[in-house]
């Protein structure tokens, strides 16, 4: 299958602007690295991106690139055909990121029957191309809970 054949098989996404502020997150995946901004004062890692970290109040935040792995936080089903092209059922969660209690993303889970998703079940990273932007998807993960 030809790269445009490919394209025109995946789901309609609105799409984000890409800023400075923001590209570490929207590109990374050309890398298969899901980059998160980190206080090199404290650690803390910050998203949505900010240019200054919420804990410390450090102005010295960099991208850093984390495992990708995760569990769901929560989810919905959604089962109305909001976009043309993004056919229901489909699964929008909040991904809760391994490497910080709070850290947190609202995503799409694939690859996996809405009626198996489940609070707590571990979760990976998956990119898909758009343009010039990869976002961050996640499918269910082989590693124990």
């Known amino acids: 299958m030809t790269d445009a054949a490919a ?3 995946r789901p309609f996404r609105v799409l984000p602007r890409v800023t ?3 590209e570490h997150f929207w590109t990374g ?5 899901l980059r998160i901004l980190t206080c090199r004062g404290c650690g803390y890692r910050i998203h949505p991106p900010a240019p200054v970290c919420p804990r410390c109040l450090g ?8 495992s ?10 959604n089962c109305q055909p909001w976009y043309p092209h993004l056919d229901p059922p489909y699964v929008v969660a909040i991904v809760a990121l391994e490497e910080q209690d709070d850290l947190r993303l609202t995503t799409n889970l694939v690859d996996v029957d809405p009626d198996d998703v489940r609070i707590g ?3 990976e990273v998956v990119f898909e191309p758009y ?6 998807l996640f499918r ?3 590693r124990p809970a």
Do not use: C, I, K, Y
Not at 59 to 66: H, K, N, Y
């Open 7 to 9: 394209a025109a098989l």
């Open 20 to 22: 400075a502020a923001n």
């Open 29 to 33: 995946g050309a890398d298969g690295e």
């Open 59 to 66: 102005r010295e935040v960099a991208p850093e690139a984390l």
């Open 68 to 77: 990708g792995r995760g569990v769901v936080h929560t989810f919905t089903v």
């Open 121 to 123: 079940m571990p979760v």
């Open 131 to 136: 343009d010039d932007v990869w976002l961050p």
């Open 140 to 142: 269910p993960s082989a």
